[in-house]
C-alpha cells in the first residue's frame, strides 16, 4: 500500500469548520439546569469495561516448533483458548479445566 491511499475512508458527516468556528453565548449557558446536591448524591460513576477475573490469566512467553504453533491455528479462530484448555487437562499440573 502507498502512503497517499488511506486504509479506509471515513466521514463523520458533520462540518468540522463550523463546528470549530462555534463560540458558547450566555444564553447557552442559561439553557442548562442548575446541578443540585440532590443530583450529585443520585450521580452513578461506571467505568465501563469487563469485571475483573477472580481467576485472572497470567502472561508468560513460550517458545514451541513452529509446526505446533501452525497445527493449532489450522483449527480456526480460539486455538488458543483451546490450547490453553487442553494444556490445563494436563496431568502435569494437577489442576483441571473448569
Same mark, same amino acid.
Given at each position: ?41 443520585? /450521580?452513578? !460513576?461506571?467505568?465501563?469495561? #469487563?469485571?475483573?477475573? @477472580? ?7 513460550? %517458545? =514451541?516448533? /513452529?509446526? !505446533?504453533?501452525?497445527?493449532? #491455528?489450522?483449527?480456526? @479462530? ?7 484448555? %487442553? =494444556? ?11
Amino acid at each position: 500500500m502507498t502512503a497517499k491511499r488511506r486504509a479506509s475512508h471515513r466521514t463523520l458527516k458533520s462540518d468540522l469548520s463550523k463546528v470549530d468556528a462555534h463560540r458558547i453565548r450566555q444564553s447557552e449557558y442559561e439553557e442548562l439546569p442548575d446541578l443540585t446536591s440532590e443530583m450529585l448524591a443520585r /450521580a452513578v !460513576v461506571n467505568k465501563g469495561g #469487563r469485571p475483573r477475573s @477472580p481467576n485472572p490469566r497470567k502472561l508468560i512467553t513460550l %517458545r =514451541l516448533p /513452529a509446526e !505446533v504453533i501452525e497445527r493449532w #491455528r489450522a483449527t480456526g @479462530p480460539g486455538w488458543q483458548t483451546r490450547m490453553a484448555q %487442553r =494444556l490445563s487437562r494436563s496431568p502435569a499440573t494437577g489442576v483441571k479445566s473448569r
